[in-house]
């Protein structure tokens, strides 16, 4: 059973830096393209970037273009956003899910993606 957890939310204030972590268990997280998402407070869901399966190609959403960074580690079977200058827009519930195939702004399309985490929190405040 393919299962994503993410972790590394939190509580941190404007212009602070977070690390999201997205560990894959059951399966190699190798072989896909992981997507990261977003949903704020009475919000619809947000794609925010996502990098394919050898860590070559990677794309992000204006909003967060030059402040967030995707990567992944296979060896570790986990992939990662690094997030920094963060802003209170920045606060929701942050996703990751994997895909198969990729393409230019995949991100943008989530129903491209399967396997959604639980989620895990982020809340820029000061």
């Known amino acids: 059973q393919l299962q994503l957890v993410e972790s590394g939310g939190g509580l941190v204030q404007p212009g602070g830096s977070l690390r999201l972590s997205c560990a894959a268990s059951?399966?190699?997280?190798?072989?896909?393209?992981i997507g990261w998402f977003r949903q704020a407070p009475g919000k619809g869901r947000e794609g925010v970037s996502s990098?394919?399966?050898?860590?070559?190609?990677?794309d992000y959403a204006d909003s967060v273009k030059g402040r967030f960074t995707i990567s992944r580690d296979n060896a570790k079977n986990t992939a990662y956003l690094q997030m920094t200058s963060l802003k209170p827009e920045d606060t929701a519930v942050y996703y990751c899910?994997?895909?198969?195939?990729?393409?230019?702004?995949?991100?943008?399309?989530?129903?491209?993606?399967?396997?959604w985490g639980q989620g895990t929190p982020v809340t820029v405040s000061s």
């Open positions: 899910a994997v895909g198969e195939i990729y393409y230019d702004n995949i991100y943008d399309h989530p129903e491209a993606f399967h396997s």
């Open positions: 059951g399966f190699s997280l190798e072989v896909y393209a």
């Open positions: 990098i394919n399966s050898n860590g070559g190609r990677t």
